[in-house]
């Protein structure tokens, strides 16, 4: 049985950080992200890093947000993989936050090939 999970973090700092993890024998459909900058001027920026590649991809980024200004992802659907992080950075120390929401569905014994 699959579950939904919101993540969500406030960040003043331009350190990238781990916003959600998905867990051990689960995949994740990653369906939904608000980004909302609560102060200030922000350019904030998301990434997919995918384990079993050891690759982070970059979702988001070069949209400035005013205080108050947010992008909302939900028209694309992103399936995650067990260990696989979506990771989250602002580029200055204006307040966001970022809010995710992951569908973990656990992992069959029958695994697919692509």
Known sequence: MSRKVSAAATRTSNTKVTLLT????NMGLWQMMYIISTAGTETPKVYWYDKSADTEYFIV???NLG?????LLSTAEVVLS???EIRIQNTGTSSVTYIATVEFVPE???????
């Open 61 to 63: 980024g070069g949209k």
């Open 108 to 114: 069959q014994a029958v695994q697919f090939q692509y």
């Open 82 to 84: 067990e260990g696989d």
């Open 67 to 71: 205080a108050g200004d947010y992008i």
């Open 22 to 25: 998905v867990p051990t024998k």
